[in-house]
């Protein structure tokens, strides 16, 4: 069964503080997405990844960083957590090029106080 | 900006079909037309996804009109599982720079299938 796992369900930190979500996946695809999911705005992409060591940015990328190091795991980094970034991160995969369904990790609900 | 529009919620009867609209009036002729679903405390699952010619899966089917401006996501027979938050996405099959593969969730309809 593919699978992309993320490495919290829930996440409670304090404004400042420096905060790693990690994605990883296992049915060796290129691409790797990272997305919050806000009520009432939908899902808004943060950054993507088409490669090692690639990323591009998202529509909402300030305030964040990721870090792809190897293929298989993706990791997105607020490097100075704050209150707006209360939110539930979805990580994704898909093949490369971008054109196949998209793998969706169960999501981290992140709390900053 | 979501380039679909969907009605934000709606009803079906367990075991009736649920038919779920979508208009996308400004679809570009190399976009596909995706759906996914979210059942709640979920990451989205795909559904399924057309060009033009209807599709069907073990999941679904897709119903786009010939103009290509609006389509329909049939569940057959639906179940309490199939209650979800359903997102219609239109995007290109092929990337380009600075378009690789993302996915523009809108809002979606909220699907709540009763006994």
């Known amino acids: 069964d593919v699978k992309v796992t993320q490495s919290s369900r829930y996440l409670v930190k304090r404004t400042g503080e420096k905060v790693f979500l990690e994605c990883v996946q296992d049915m060796d695809h290129e691409n790797m997405f990272w997305y919050r999911q806000d009520p009432g705005l939908g899902l808004r992409l943060i950054y993507f990844?088409?490669?090692?060591?690639?990323?591009e940015k998202g529509d909402i990328p300030e305030g964040y960083s990721v870090s792809r190091e190897k293929k298989e795991r993706f990791s997105l980094i607020l490097e100075s957590a704050s209150t707006n970034q209360t939110s539930m991160y979805l990580c994704?995969?898909?093949?490369?090029?971008?054109?196949?369904?998209?793998?969706f990790g169960p999501g981290t609900r992140l709390t900053v106080l | 900006d979501a380039k679909t529009t969907q009605p934000p919620s709606m009803d079906c009867a367990e075991g009736r079909a649920a038919n779920l609209p979508c208009n996308h009036s400004?679809?570009?002729?190399?976009?596909?037309v995706y759906w996914y679903r979210q059942i709640h405390s979920q990451g989205p699952q795909y559904i399924i996804h057309?060009?033009?010619n209807n599709e069907t899966n073990e999941m679904a089917s897709l119903i786009i009109t010939e103009d290509r401006k609006s389509s329909t996501l049939i569940l057959p027979h639906a179940t309490l599982r199939d209650t979800a938050v359903y997102y219609c996405?239109?995007?290109?099959?092929?990337?380009?720079?600075?378009?690789?593969?993302?996915?523009?969730f809108g809002q979606g309809t909220t699907l709540q299938v009763k006994p």
């Open positions: 990844s088409y490669d090692v060591k690639m990323k």
């Open positions: 994704a995969s898909s093949l490369a090029g971008g054109w196949d369904e998209q793998f």
């Open positions: 057309g060009l033009k």
């Open positions: 400004t679809i570009s002729g190399n976009e596909y």
């Open positions: 996405i239109v995007r290109v099959a092929r990337p380009s720079p600075g378009n690789t593969g993302k996915l523009i």
